[in-house]
């Protein structure tokens, strides 16, 4: 039973909308001098940064691992800070170990030439940027169709039997690096507007992961007061009469057993909005029915914009079993390669929990690699999935979706699963959060970067700025990252604070 009550609660100067990256960033730019309430739908803060304790004494992060990039990176900047980021040194698992189907091990030395060949591709590709004779909805996967295979081929005549395995590794892997369901929707002419900053690409956490930024983050909000947790906005409307917005709110009560929501609504004079592309995709329209020029303003952004999704699996082992030096495993699958016989009891599993064959099958050809977290000496291995199979993974328990995974690897490495049990699996399931709806934005064939601009132009219905938009997806140059979240959340924290201090 549903209980919905109506009140006007009070006023506040600003809301802002998530407690995300750039929610947070909105609050400390802010200060505690503004009079900010966040208001987040979930139940803790960080949105898609998300780190939880997997077994005693070690998190993981399900969302967010990595900080991309040093120069000019205030994430980079404030992790520094904070000693929460792994030493390069202290990284000692760093070899790629490449297996094909038919169990053979890629000699490294191909493995370095493969990665320079994609890498030189990849730069040409970006460098198409600015180009405005490449039509946008001229897709990554035709340029890749077009040079990968004969570029290879080029450069390592020998890698005959392998070229089509290591094109779809590739394929593979930049689906997860976009965030996109298929890279025939990846634009090629916007492909190049993301900036690369100087240093490591992807730069690990000690352990603890992004905990530590989170927590400095919040650390920030001067009391529990300023902010709502299991709070949704659920309608904004601007009221000409006082210049002022007032915000319904649906409060979910998860203590109750009855599962109550209470409807409150709030008046405030501006709002940064902060939630993920995902979920405007879906609520955008409902949320600001009433005005009508804030739609025709972003809806078409809104739609024209990339956002899909990509999970990963964590498996926990007691005892490592794949070679010590090695952090990356990767799996080169042969177009007919021959199907992995599993154990009889997950065979018997999938059978009893009646899981489609072909749902097992598209997810075993989206296994690609898996990469250890080097943060911990207890053996853990993470196994990312794009495409399709992020999606039908959602509906699998943890441990059907590990026992697939560790089979499979254990099927490759040609050892006994066995005498190597998982202790524990984890896995994400973004695109099933109804507050998220995916994992982080990308420039879509249908899109450009107009659509970017429109997506973060302020809404200003009597001529000053009162519905702002923030988030990694209004980045210019850094979206689908914490950073690119992060810099957004202060750029319209401080473009409120130039107007509040006039």
């Not at 077994?55 to 520094?80: M, R, S, W």
């Amino acid at each position: 039973m549903i209980k919905e009550k109506e009140k006007l609660l009070y006023r506040r100067g600003v809301i802002i909308v998530g407690g995300g990256a750039a929610g947070l960033a909105a609050a400390k730019t802010l200060g505690s001098n503004v009079d900010y309430l966040l208001i987040e739908a979930q139940n803790y803060i960080g949105g898609r940064i998300r780190t939880i304790d997997a077994v005693p004494n070690v998190t993981v992060d399900l969302g967010a691992q990595f900080i991309h990039g040093e120069t000019n990176n205030l994430l980079y900047e404030i992790c520094k800070s904070l000693d929460c980021i792994l030493p390069v040194t202290d990284i000692k698992s760093n070899e790629i170990l490449a297996i094909t189907s038919d169990r053979t091990i890629v000699d490294p030395e191909i493995i370095r030439q493969v990665l320079i060949v994609w890498e030189e591709l990849l730069d040409e590709a970006r460098s198409i940027f600015g180009d405005t004779t490449i039509p946008k909805n001229y897709p990554l996967s035709d340029y890749l169709l077009e040079h990968l295979k004969q570029r290879l081929l080029s450069a390592i005549p020998s890698l005959d039997n392998l070229v089509d395995a290591f094109c779809d590794f590739f394929n593979k892997g930049e689906l997860i690096e976009n965030g996109c369901f298929k890279l025939s929707d990846l634009s090629l002419a916007e492909y190049g507007s993301y900036e690369y900053l100087n240093g490591l690409y992807e730069i690990e956490f000690k352990n603890g992961g992004y905990r530590p930024f989170i927590s400095y983050m919040k650390s920030f909000i001067p009391d529990d007061n300023r902010i709502r947790l299991n709070s949704e906005v659920i309608r904004v409307k601007y009221l000409k009469e006082n210049h002022q917005l007032l915000v319904n709110i649906r409060h979910h009560d998860r203590t109750s057993e009855q599962q109550q929501q209470q409807i409150s609504a709030i008046l405030c004079d501006h709002i940064i909005w902060t939630s993920s592309l995902g979920y405007l995709k879906e609520n955008f329209s409902s949320i600001f029915v009433d005005e009508i020029e804030l739609i025709e303003q972003k809806q078409d952004a809104i739609n024209n914009l990339g956002f899909d999704v990509i999970n990963k699996v964590i498996m926990i082992y007691e005892k490592l079993f794949w070679p010590e030096n090695v952090g990356d495993i990767i799996l080169l699958q042969a177009q007919k390669q021959k199907s992995i016989e599993f154990s009889n009891s997950l065979k018997n599993l999938l059978k009893t929990e009646k899981i489609d064959i072909q749902l097992i099958n598209t997810i075993i050809e989206a296994i690609h690699r898996y990469v250890v977290l080097p943060s911990t000496n207890i053996p853990i291995l993470i196994c990312w999935f794009g495409g399709p199979a992020a999606v039908l993974l959602e509906d699998l328990s943890e441990y059907i979706i590990g026992q697939i995974c560790h089979e499979v690897l254990c099927y490759y490495l040609n050892i006994s699963f066995k005498l190597n049990p998982l202790i524990r699996v984890l896995k994400s399931e973004w695109y099933k959060n109804k507050f998220i709806r995916g994992s982080y934005s990308y420039y879509s064939i249908k899109s450009s970067t107009k659509d970017g601009e429109q997506l973060r132009a302020t809404y200003a219905p009597d001529g000053i700025p009162r519905i702002q938009f923030a988030g990694e997806a209004t980045s210019a140059r850094a979206y689908s990252t914490v950073h690119g979240a992060l810099e957004s959340g202060i750029r319209e924290s401080n473009i409120l604070l130039s107007i509040m201090n006039k």
